[in-house]
């Protein structure tokens, strides 16, 4: 835990095309973290769309940001646009160097792949993209959070909130951040147990399957390019 004297300085990546949930979740529980603030950076200082159509507003540029002590990177299907955009990739690399503890969200895990900070780490991202976490260097697990040192990882879309909650525990202390769960009355109890390909009835899963293939598809060969690129052996089959 960080001494609650200490000022944090926190801020998450948006880009065109991230799923909105991997940004706004996590807010929910990042901007209410005490004796914090908390930005929302983006490439530019213009607005832009999330995968569904949503328009978001940065707070600032990237090269306008600090040193943050925490990095959030989100993911979604825009994610791919950037993973060999090296001004993208650079800051975060940078501010991921410099800060105290680093959080992704669903495919936010692979930009960090990209930018070459996922060598030995124990990660997860969303189900479609977990097969590609070997590419990166990093070690796969299971589970809707791990956690890795000071880094965060959240599996898909809404695992989001689950990691922020972990992260404002590890960040302020566990009463804090069940104070801001009971704020935001976070006690899910989902009408169907539908939420991962464990649980998903057999057809429900191959839908779901077939309208990512062809976004899976691309991640793959920039992956298999990246780990080209960084000396690491593909996994086999």
Avoid: K
């Amino acid at each position: 835990m960080i001494p609650p004297e200490t000022h944090l300085q926190i801020g998450s990546l948006l880009f065109e095309g991230l799923d909105q949930i991997d940004l706004t979740g996590p807010f929910e529980v990042l901007s209410r973290i005490p004796n914090a603030t908390y930005r929302i950076y983006a490439p530019t200082a213009e607005s832009v769309r999330d995968i569904s159509g949503l328009r978001l507003t940065p707070d600032a540029a990237l090269a306008d940001a600090p040193q943050l002590d925490v990095l959030h990177v989100p993911g979604g299907f825009g994610q791919e646009a950037l993973m060999r955009d090296e001004a993208v990739l650079g800051w975060i690399r940078r501010q991921a160097e410099g800060a105290g503890h680093v959080f992704s969200v669903c495919t936010g895990a692979l930009l960090l792949g990209g930018a070459a900070l996922l060598r030995g780490r124990r990660a997860t991202t969303h189900w479609s993209a977990f097969a590609l976490l070997p590419y990166f260097g990093a070690q796969p697990v299971d589970r809707r959070v791990v956690v890795d040192g000071t880094w965060v990882f959240a599996a898909g879309v809404t695992a989001g909130i689950d990691g922020a909650l972990r992260l404002a525990a590890e960040l302020r202390g566990i009463e804090v951040a069940q104070a801001i769960q009971l704020g935001m009355e976070y006690a899910p109890e989902p009408p169907f147990d539908s939420g991962t390909p464990r649980t998903a009835p057999a057809a429900i899963l191959e839908r779901a399957r077939s309208a990512v293939a062809e976004i899976t598809a691309r991640r793959e060969a920039t992956a298999r390019g990246i780990a080209a690129d960084l000396g690491i052996a593909l996994p086999a089959g």
